[in-house]
């Protein structure tokens, strides 16, 4: 387990999806890290945690494990509404709401997404499985 870095040197893809549909077994597997808890119990996990695969000694990717969306429905809801700058939608997300209990895993998954100039997500469900490369610019 390694803390999260503010910015990440390697590239890092942020596995995210539902709660119980398979995540930190993904991480686990492509991490070869048998550290990584996996349940049958939806939100054991709680927090989002990167893993760094090192060849060599030489940091080479990170995986980073996510809690699951609790309310996706009304943080897409509350996305689709807003009207500040784009570059900002989750930063600004995590800000309104890291204090809120209702909202806490989906902060909490979106921390890896906020930080990074660029990330790559895996995301997990069924029949909705994909990927994505997210990129944000900062002058």
Same mark, same amino acid.
């Given at each position: ?10 590239? @890092?893809? #942020? ?6 549909? /398979? ?5 686990? $597997?492509? $991490? @070869? ?11 054991? $996990?709680t927090?989002?945690? #990167?893993? $760094?695969?090192?060849?060599? /000694? ?16 009304q ?5 689709? +509404?807003? =009207?500040?700058?784009? =570059? ?9 709401? @890291? ?8 902060? =909490?998954?979106? +921390?890896?997404?906020?930080? #990074?100039?660029a ?5 997990? /469900?069924? #029949?909705?499985? /994909? ?9």
């Amino acid at each position: 387990m390694d803390p999260l870095p503010k910015f990440p040197a390697i590239p @890092e893809f #942020a596995v995210l999806g539902h709660p119980n549909e /398979g995540k930190s077994s993904v991480v686990s $597997t492509l $991490t @070869e890290d048998d550290r990584i808890r996996v349940s049958r119990i939806p939100g054991e $996990t709680t927090e989002s945690t #990167a893993y $760094t695969v090192k060849i060599d /000694g030489k940091d080479i990717i990170r995986f980073v494990d996510t809690p699951g969306f609790q309310v996706p429905k009304q943080t897409l809801a509350w996305f689709r +509404k807003f =009207e500040g700058n784009p =570059e900002q939608i989750v930063e600004s997300f995590i800000q309104a709401f @890291e204090n809120d209990p209702f909202y806490a895993d989906d902060c =909490e998954l979106l +921390k890896p997404v906020a930080r #990074a100039p660029a990330l790559f997500m895996w995301w997990t /469900g069924p #029949a909705r499985s /994909g990927m994505m490369i997210w990129r944000k610019w900062r002058s």
